[in-house]
T-cell receptor, first 112, second 114 residues
Framework: QKEVEQNSGPLSVPEGAIASLNCTYS??????FFWYRQYSGKSPELIMF????GDKEDGRFTAQLNKASQYVSLLIRDSQPSDSATYLC????????????FGIGTKLQVIP | GAGVSQTPSNKVTEKGKYVELRCDPI?????LYWYRQSLGQGPEFLIY????????DSGLPNDRFFAVRPEGSVSTLKIQRTERGDSAVYLC????????????FGPGTRLTVL
């Protein structure tokens, strides 16, 4: 079992729709959860981070964390073509200090 | 100030050669990380520095890989006897080093081993 699992996609959504990106992790003691966006040929950039169970909203983005189910998601409302990228889920395990484990990433395509 | 910088942006070498990849972190960031990203994969952790010391080098694949950060700022990733399987984008990131925080990535070095 991979430490961080994501569906590689591609996930295609029409412009203006809600994109839902999902991630599961294997270490129940994981502490911190991040969503990075990576455009093709570019380096990752942080979109959201979440530490506590529940929802965290920032503009069009909402991160959701359910530690009991070991599940973290990212919702993108009013999706735009510029949101087309690969979204990487990343986790810091308990006792892992700054060591971040990334998932494979989900490729999102927003269709105009 | 400026973001994380990495040099060279591209490196082509022959199998068996030695290469050095450089990372210049954001000024004031005490934590520095190296990752390797192959096509279609997420970044794979290699090593993490807190100041001058390697706090976690568990991701280095074998003893051909070594990294230093002698003055707590610039870091160099060194790969000996390169193999074709070492071809990847090598990413460097830095952070304040105060907790479970955002890491800022550099543009990466694309290494190609022929």
């Amino acid at each position: 079992q991979k430490e961080v699992e994501q569906n590689s996609g591609p996930l295609s959504v029409p412009e203006g729709a809600i994109a839902s990106l999902n991630c599961t992790y294997s270490d129940r003691g994981s502490q911190s959860f991040f969503w990075y966006r990576q455009y093709s040929g570019k380096s990752p950039e942080l979109i959201m981070f979440i530490y506590s169970n529940g929802d965290k909203e920032d503009g069009r983005f909402t991160a959701q964390l359910n530690k009991a189910s070991q599940y973290v998601s990212l919702l993108i409302r009013d999706s735009q073509p510029s949101d087309s990228a690969t979204y990487l889920c990343a986790v810091i395990r308990a006792g892992g200090y700054q060591k971040v484990t990334f998932g494979i990433g989900t490729k999102l395509q927003v269709i105009p | 100030g400026a973001g994380v910088s990495q040099t060279p942006s591209n490196k082509v070498t022959e199998k068996g050669k030695y290469v050095e990849l450089r990372c210049d972190p954001i000024s004031g960031h005490t934590a520095l990380y190296w990752y390797r990203q192959s096509l279609g994969q997420g970044p794979e952790f290699l090593i993490y520095f807190q100041g001058t010391g390697a706090a976690d080098d568990s991701g280095l694949p074998n003893d051909r890989f070594f990294a230093v950060r002698p003055e707590g700022s610039v870091s160099t990733l060194k790969i000996q006897r390169t193999e074709r399987g070492d071809s990847a984008v090598y990413l460097c990131a830095s952070s304040h080093g105060t907790g479970y925080e955002e890491q800022f990535f550099g543009p990466g070095t694309r290494l190609t081993v022929l």
